[in-house]
């Protein structure tokens, strides 16, 4: 999974666009590989009591 978003980052940058991920907090594998290919978290997004963190990557 680190070398497919390492990929899909490296892509994004060349195409001159962002994307973001949104992730479930408590789904700690997701949240390791994204902060372990350096991918930052930039706020929350609220979806009825759920709750995910809204991840660009640049």
Same mark, same amino acid.
């Given at each position: *999974?680190?070398?497919? /978003? !390492?990929?899909? #980052?490296?892509?994004? !940058?060349?195409? $001159?666009?962002? *994307?973001?991920?949104? =992730? #479930?907090?408590? #789904?700690?594998?997701?949240?390791? =590989? /994204?902060?372990?290919? $350096?991918?930052?978290?930039? $706020?929350? =997004?609220? %979806?009825? %009591?759920?709750? +995910? +963190?809204?991840?660009?990557? !640049?």
């Amino acid at each position: *999974m680190t070398e497919i /978003l !390492k990929e899909l #980052n490296e892509h994004a !940058k060349n195409s $001159g666009k962002k *994307m973001i991920a949104t =992730v #479930n907090p408590e #789904n700690e594998k997701s949240v390791r =590989v /994204l902060v372990k290919t $350096g991918i930052e978290k930039e $706020g929350w =997004v609220t %979806e009825g %009591e759920d709750k +995910y +963190y809204k991840i660009w990557l !640049k």
